[in-house]
């Protein structure tokens, strides 16, 4: 039997992944409603890192490990291409999102938070 995923440092990752669901779908929210034509990508981009957080956050929180081992690939994923791309091609990305550059603007906490929430479930997995 696995260990629950909502216990121990798992609640630690659970409050960090609240945290950056409400500050990702805030600062989406005022991006979109008040300059989404300045660089809609980006702002959509924001969006959609929310939307990931709030799941990952819901699904560690109940302890539904295939939708948050998901949602973490998804959220390593989007670190890895839109980071990638906004050093490569910063001219489609005149605003920073979550995830530009590897999410320097928050410290690198989105590109690390992924791979500590895989580690997480792959040890309560085992």
Do not use: N
């Amino acid at each position: 039997m696995s260990a629950p995923v909502a216990s121990g440092p798992g609640r630690v990752l659970i409050a960090v992944y609240g945290v950056f669901a409400l500050a990702a779908t805030a600062r989406a929210a005022v991006q979109i409603a008040t300059k989404f034509d300045e660089a809609p990508l980006a702002y959509l981009l924001s969006a959609v890192a929310a939307v990931v957080y709030i799941v990952l956050t819901v699904a560690l929180a109940r302890g539904r490990r295939r939708l948050a081992l998901a949602a973490c690939l998804v959220e390593l994923s989007g670190v890895l291409v839109v980071g990638t791309l906004s050093l490569i091609d910063s001219a489609a990305f005149p605003h920073a999102t979550v995830w530009s550059g590897y999410g320097a603007g928050y410290l690198f906490v989105p590109l690390v938070l992924p791979v500590l929430g895989l580690f997480w479930l792959r040890r309560r997995t085992s």
